[in-house]
């Protein structure tokens, strides 16, 4: 069976440092990958997703950054955090070519202090 | 538009019926996902509809669809204190994307 596995759980960073979130798919390949963001209210953003490795589609222009340097590996980054960047970060797999649905991660609480 | 909409909250008594009503924009979409998210959780798929039926049962779960007024709604029977959480409808559109509505907020009271 497949499995989603999102790390870490909740993080809380300073403003102006770094971030990295990884997420990895098992039981399955070539998969499409998905970061999502939900705000304080509860709407799901979609910030990026991938058909393929290297493959990145950004969907808003941000200060973050997707990578996929594994089949099963999806990295949300950045550089330097802004306050502005605190929310809960959802990653998504969804089989490649069938209409089928999205499969989440147990998320991240990310706060920018 | 790639637009679902939802109401965002719904309160109902333990024992009864919880209807969450969602309208959708893209006609072409082939399916209709309802998901379920307690607190700090992530999405947990609860069912899904393709588009050319009319209703889903599943369980306490039952799924309508109208697709001439691109409506759905998930109906929860003898809905439980553990129902309590934000449901969300969502459409697939182009380039095998989901995109989401709000979220409900059902609250069960005793």
């Known amino acids: 069976s497949q499995t989603i596995h999102q790390w870490p759980a909740t993080l809380v960073q300073p403003v102006g440092s770094p971030l990295s979130l990884e997420c990895t798919v098992e039981?399955?390949?070539?998969?499409?990958l998905y970061w999502y963001r939900q705000a304080a209210g509860r709407g799901l953003q979609l910030l990026f997703y991938?058909?393929?490795?290297?493959?990145i589609s950004s969907e808003v222009p941000q200060n973050l950054s997707a990578s996929r340097p594994q089949d099963r590996q999806f990295i949300l980054s950045s550089k330097k955090l802004l306050l502005s960047d605190s929310g809960f970060y959802l990653c998504a797999w969804k089989r490649e070519f069938d209409n089928s649905p999205l499969h989440f991660g147990n998320g991240t609480r990310l706060t920018v202090t | 538009g790639e637009d679902v909409e939802q109401s965002l909250f719904l309160s109902v008594r333990e024992g009864d019926s919880s209807v969450i009503n969602c309208t959708y924009t893209d006609s072409s979409s082939t399916y209709l996902y309802w998901y379920k998210q307690e607190p700090g959780a992530g999405l947990q798929l609860l069912t899904y509809?393709?588009?050319?039926?009319d209703m889903k049962q599943d369980q306490r779960l039952t799924v309508l669809l109208n697709k001439k007024d691109k409506h759905l709604s998930l109906r929860i029977a003898d809905t439980q204190t553990g129902d309590s959480a934000i449901y969300f409808c969502?459409?697939?559109?182009?380039?095998?994307?989901?995109?989401f509505g709000e979220g409900t907020q059902l609250t069960v009271n005793p």
């Open positions: 991938s058909v393929g490795i290297g493959q």
């Open positions: 039981g399955t390949s070539n998969p499409n």
């Open positions: 969502s459409q697939e559109t182009s380039g095998s994307r989901l995109t």
């Open positions: 509809i393709f588009s050319n039926m």
